[in-house]
Structures are given as C-alpha cells and as structure tokens.
C-alpha cells in the first residue's frame, strides 16, 4: 500500500531574479511527497525542445484545435505546467505542450525529471496521468459562475462555449 503525505510549510529555492537562467540551471527545488518512507523532491530544469525526445508510443492524441488551444493558454498565461520526462530526456507527459511550443517558436521549456519510475511505471504513468483528466466533469453552477467573472480573456479560445 502506497501512502502519500503531502509537505506543508517547507520552504522553496529559487534562483534570485538578478541572475541570468542557463538552459541546464536547477530552477526550484521543493519536497513534494513521501512514497513508501522515500522522499521525493522534483526540480524543474529548463531545456531545449531539441534536447527532448517524444515517446514513440505516446498513445494520447493531440488534435490541431487542441495544439492551438495550448498554444493560447502558454501566451495568455506562461508555461505554467513543466513537461515530464524520464532518462534519456524521453518525454512521459507533455507531448502537446511540446507540440505547441514548437509552433510558437519557443526554444526553452520546464521539464520535471522522473528517473524515479521503472520502465513499467513510465509506461503506466503516461497513459493514466492523461486518462485521469478525462474521467471527471465540471459542477456546471460552478463552471457557469466562473465563466461569468471572467470577462478579459475570451474562454472560447480554450473550448469552453457561451452554454457552458
């Protein structure tokens, strides 16, 4: 049985904003959960888009409105969600984030290392981390009462609509 215990109060690193960020700079480094007693710390690097490699047998589609709805979301908001990867640079998920910012021209991306996982845990892991996003729904009161308070950011562009 796995238990997972999430950290409260531990403090995060990160490099001071005067310093200029090489491609290869640990950028934070925060304890995030135990797993079965291990601590497990994940760092976010910065790497180019030549540096990673797809996986080959990533099973998740990535139509060209979803590539472009990502595309919007990394302009409106930054690169908030760092691609995950695995030894050897190998992408684990990410892969239309990846897409996208190859088509806006970005050369730099976060990335998140997960050498941790065996072979049949990345497997794993790939396929369930996007599955788990497609077996839930919004509370509709909620998501219409959100959608009313934003009024700047045309919400369209994400694929939400005016019945929503």
Do not use: W
């Given at each position: 049985m796995l238990v997972f215990t999430q950290l409260k109060n531990v403090p995060t690193r990160s490099w001071p904003s005067s310093r200029a960020i090489?491609?290869?700079?640990?950028?934070?480094?925060?304890?995030?959960?135990?797993?079965?007693?291990?601590?497990?710390?994940?760092?976010?690097?910065?790497?180019t888009l030549t540096e990673l490699k797809p996986y080959e047998k990533n099973a998740k589609l990535h139509s060209p409105e979803?590539?472009?709805?990502?595309?919007?979301?990394?302009?409106?908001?930054?690169?908030?969600?760092?691609?995950?990867?695995w030894k050897d640079n190998i992408i684990i998920e990410g892969h239309?984030?990846?897409m996208a910012c190859k088509e806006l021209g970005v050369d730099t991306v976060p990335v998140i290392r997960l050498d941790h996982l065996t072979d049949e845990q990345r497997r794993a892991?790939?396929?369930?981390?996007?599955?788990?996003?497609?077996?839930?729904d919004f509370d509709l009161d909620l998501l219409s009462g959100e959608l009313e308070e934003i009024i700047n950011i045309d919400m369209t562009d994400f694929g939400f609509t005016l019945d929503d």
């Open positions: 090489g491609a290869m700079d640990i950028i934070s480094t925060a304890p995030f959960f135990y797993r079965e007693g291990e601590r497990m710390e994940l760092q976010i690097e910065y790497l979803q590539v472009e709805q990502i595309k919007k979301s990394i302009v409106e908001f930054g690169m908030n969600d760092p691609i995950a990867i239309g984030r990846l892991y790939c396929l369930i981390h996007n599955k788990l996003t497609m077996n839930t």
